[in-house]
Antibody, heavy 118, light 107 residues
Framework: QVQLKETGPGLVQPTQTLSITCTVS????????MQWVRQTPGKGLEWMGF???????EYNSEFKSRLSISRDTSKNQVFLKMNSLKTEDTGVYYC????????????WGQGVMVTVSS | DVQMTQSPSYLAASPGESVSISCKAS??????LAWYQEKPGKANKLLIH???TLQSGTPSRFSGSGSGTDFTLTIRSLEFEDFAVYYC?????????FGGGTKLELK
């Protein structure tokens, strides 16, 4: 069955870089778009960006300057890296799947909590 | 960006009752609107897409309506498992945006 699971550091210091891995099973990353969404106390749910089935990416301009999404299809993993973290980046980070760009997210991971604090 | 405004933010109801949640877009999004259910410790669940199409596995007591800027999620004959947080999301144009959520609580 389709499963997505995020893993991350839990605690990150301000100005540092956040790295989160989404490990998937039950489908191929070359057949679906993989989305990243976060939920923060200040802004609620925010779409961050996605990586297409073909490997190209699209980012929300809100994060574009400091966000990178990549993948390793051989390991069934998708990666989020975001630099210059601020305390306002504290929240839950989710990966999700969609058929292609203009489609809803049919499966989500349970999310990983990230706290940005010194 | 398309702003998605959900109302109410909180809703208290009893099992067996029917409730409706509104989602308004700041501009037309055609029918590119999804509804999700959020429960603690579980992955978000896609309930409805394309404004009114039930995702496979969604119980028939859920229904969605609307197009353009105004959308509604209705849950008939509430069951205990329906008490959760519900979000709408537009996927008509980048960046995809979400409503602020509606927490459905047990009265």
């Amino acid at each position: 069955q389709v499963q997505l699971k995020e893993t991350g550091p839990g605690l990150v210091q301000p100005t540092q870089t956040l790295s989160i891995t989404c490990t998937v099973s039950g489908f191929s990353l070359t057949s679906y778009y993989m989305q990243w969404v976060r939920q923060t106390p200040g802004k609620g749910l925010e779409w961050m960006g996605f990586i297409r089935s073909g490997g190209s990416t699209e980012y929300n301009s809100e994060f574009k300057s400091r966000l990178s999404i990549s993948r390793d299809t051989s390991k069934n993993q998708v990666f989020l890296k975001m630099n210059s973290l601020k305390t306002e980046d504290t929240g839950v980070y989710y990966c999700a799947r969609s058929d292609y760009g203009y489609n809803p997210f049919d499966y989500w991971g349970q999310g990983v909590m990230v706290t940005v604090s010194s | 960006d398309v702003q998605m405004t959900q109302s109410p933010s909180y809703l208290a109801a009893s099992p067996g009752e029917s409730v409706s949640i509104s989602c308004k877009a700041s501009k037309s999004i055609s029918n590119n609107l999804a509804w999700y259910q959020e429960k603690p410790g579980k992955a978000n669940k896609l309930l409805i897409h394309s404004g009114s199409t039930l995702q496979s596995g969604t119980p028939s007591r859920f229904s969605g309506s609307g197009s353009g800027t105004d959308f509604t999620l209705t849950i008939r004959s509430l069951e205990f498992e329906d008490f959760a947080v519900y979000y709408c999301q537009q996927y008509n144009e980048y960046p995809w945006t979400f409503g602020g959520g509606t927490k459905l609580e047990l009265k």
